[in-house]
């Protein structure tokens, strides 16, 4: 394997898990290539997967532009210890089936918005750029699961139950999106990034206005909420991720194409 560093600033520490976040959601979403339900979806989902992973690329160049951490991105993104990813829980939830991904995708996609625009005025220029073009896919990411969202909400009485327990089951994943831990409040404090945990109630209430009006769905009151990602406290669920993630560069160190 091979030698791997961690951040020494909290600056390079939160871009390299918006990285992580970009990756581990792509490669969840890889892998329902040629199984969507139906073409159109199959090719979305696809590309969204490429977006994510395209944004995780740009990511990981600018991480290593700005601290020695590994050889180079194939390594920095696919040889590191579980414990040494820093994406939220969110992302590597499973695709347990459709209503799932597309809450999952309209959940985190809807935050990566207001993440990413805390970036615009970044005095990390090419941060700053990177969120930019992002934002251009975020905003397609958007507007795809939300239609989806309301069209299996508002659909049958068995989508409208699938729907229900995939915000039953992803709902105690948001607390964490938002979360100002010490890394981020450094980031903010430093100018890298504006302060988008201001912004948990605008976020909240869009959301909760979209699933309403999705046949008239509630997020739940009593979870509990789940952190730990940003703190490389992981479960199986990315465990399972990086098994297929990892292979080739861990079979094969050093592999190019």
Not at 11 to 35: F, K, P, S, V
Not at 59 to 76: F, G, I, K, S
Not at 163 to 177: P, Q, V
Request: hydrophobic residues 40%.
């Amino acid at each position: 394997m091979a030698t791997m560093h961690n951040p020494t600033t909290p600056q390079t520490a939160y871009i390299l898990r918006l990285a992580d976040n970009a990756l581990i959601l792509g490669q969840r979403l890889a892998e329902m290539c040629g199984h969507a339900p139906e073409m159109e979806l199959d090719m979305a989902l696809t590309n969204f997967s490429l977006d994510l992973i395209g944004q995780a690329s740009l990511l990981y160049e600018h991480v290593l532009e700005r601290e020695d951490l590994a050889p180079n991105v194939d390594a920095l993104a696919m040889t590191r210890n579980l414990e040494e990813y820093r994406n939220c829980l969110l992302v590597a939830q499973p695709n347990a089936n459709f209503a799932h991904i597309i809450l999952r995708q309209y959940l985190f996609s809807t935050f990566q918005k207001y993440q990413y625009q805390a970036l615009l005025g970044s005095n990390d220029k090419k941060l700053a750029a990177i969120a930019e073009k992002s934002l251009k896919e975020i905003s397609y990411h958007i507007r795809f699961a939300q239609s989806w969202v309301l069209r299996l909400g508002d659909g049958t009485e068995e989508s409208h139950e699938y729907m229900e327990d995939a915000l039953e089951c992803l709902w105690r994943y948001t607390g964490e999106l938002f979360e100002k831990d010490e890394i981020l409040a450094a980031v903010i404090d430093s100018g890298l990034s504006g302060d988008y945990t201001q912004e948990y109630k605008t976020w909240e209430a869009e959301v909760t206005a979209i699933l309403s009006e999705a046949g008239g769905l509630t997020p739940p009151e009593t979870l509990r909420m789940l952190v730990g990602g940003h703190a490389g406290k992981h479960d199986e669920n990315l465990g399972h991720i990086l098994k297929d993630l990892q292979y080739m560069q861990l079979k094969y160190p050093g592999l190019q194409w």
